[in-house]
Nanobody, 124 residues
Framework: QVQLVESGGGLVQAGGSLRLSCVVS????????MGWYRQAPGKQRELVAV???????KFADSVQGRFTISRDNAKKTVYLQMNSLKPEDTAVYYC??????????????????WGQGTQVTVHS
């Protein structure tokens, strides 16, 4: 069973930074994709950034240039470094993982594994 445990959320002032971490256990395939979605109140869950085990990445346009994603495969951990945070980045951030490679458009699947979510609040 795949388990994802997130940490690193919190309250930050606009322009500040936060780093989220997600430890993924039980993902057997060496080819896999790990990353982050977010959901703001009253909005749909949206992709933030994902990275596959080959280093390919995909970012939401809204975070391009401000957020970076990285992985430590030995620690089975994916990180999201969020800089220049804006109030509109306020959301619950969910870690996401699945076997496979990042090819083409990335949509959530019913078979994906999810973390419990961590709240990020950016105040102006």
């Amino acid at each position: 069973q795949v388990q994802l445990v997130e940490s690193g959320g919190g309250l930050v002032q606009a322009g500040g930074s936060l780093r989220l971490s997600c430890v993924v256990s039980g993902l057997i395939s060496s080819l896999n994709i790990m990353g982050w979605y977010r959901q703001a109140p009253g909005k749909q869950r949206e992709l933030v950034a994902v990275m596959d085990s080959g280093g390919r990445t995909k970012f939401a346009d809204s975070v391009q240039g401000r957020f970076t994603i990285s992985r430590d495969n030995a620690k089975k951990t994916v990180y999201l470094q969020m800089n220049s945070l804006k109030p509109e980045d306020t959301a619950v951030y969910y870690c996401n993982a699945r076997p496979g490679q990042l090819i083409g458009t990335y949509y959530p699947r019913n078979s994906d594994s999810w973390g419990q979510g961590t709240q990020v609040t950016v105040h102006s």
